[in-house]
Each structure stands twice: as C-alpha cells, then as structure tokens.
Nanobody, 125 residues
Framework: QVQLVESGGGLVQPGGSLRLSCAAS???????????WRWSRQAPGKQRELVAV???????NYADSVKGRFTISRNYRKNAVDLQMNSLTSDDTAVYYC????????????????WGQGTPVNVSS
C-alpha cells in the first residue's frame, strides 16, 4: 500500500503563490514504483477537476485553466511531487488532492491507485 500526505495549502491573496507537496510512503519500497502522479482539485459545489499530471518518465500535462501558472515537479529527496501555483485567483480556491498510480509489489501486473486526504487552498483578499 502507498500512503500519500499533502501539505502546503492555506490562505493566499489573489495574485499570490503557494507550493503544495505530496509525499509518498509505503510498507514495501517496491510499492513506490509510481508511474503517474496527479493533482486534482474540487471546489465547493463543483466536480473534481484534474489539474496536473506527471509521468515517471518526466512527461507533464496541465488543465487549460492552469497552464502557464502551475508547475508540477518531482522531489526525489522527499519521494514527493510538488505543485507550484502562481498568479492565483479566486477560481483556484478548492481542496487539492494528490493521487498516484503504482503496480503493487504483490501483483506487479496490475495498477492500483492511492489518494491523499487533500489540502485546502483559499484564494481571498
């Protein structure tokens, strides 16, 4: 099993920046062969939206709403992935969730998904 812990959320003024982090841990190091890291968000009354994804080979992709403002990057020292968010607006207010895909050590021919608990981001003056 893989456990994810998000951090870095909080209150920020419009135009400001925040850096979210998602750290992965597991009982079996082989479970940490993560193939995809993703950040999603869910605003009040709205459906969850995929914000950014990073594949293990380094490819990244972003939602149109955050392109040019958000950057997803790998933090190898912490076994984590970060989401740098710049030029924030009230539309970015949401709970941000990290999720990953990985082949479990016990059954490497399948793919499992783990989710974090979420970290809230509130963009307000």
């Amino acid at each position: 099993q893989v456990q994810l812990v998000e951090s870095g959320g909080g209150l920020v003024q419009p135009g400001g920046s925040l850096r979210l982090s998602c750290a992965a841990s597991g009982n079996d190091p082989k479970d940490l062969t993560i193939t995809h890291w993703r950040w999603s968000r869910q605003a009040p009354g709205k459906q969850r939206e995929l914000v950014a994804v990073r594949e293990s080979v380094g490819l990244t992709n972003y939602a149109d709403s955050v392109k040019g403002r958000f950057t997803i990057s790998r933090n190898y020292r912490k076994n984590a992935v970060d989401l740098q968010m710049n030029s924030l607006t009230s539309d970015d207010t949401a709970v941000y969730y990290c999720n990953v895909d990985f082949p479990p050590a016990a059954a490497p021919w399948i793919t499992e998904t783990a989710w974090g608990q979420g970290t809230p981001v509130n963009v307000s003056s």
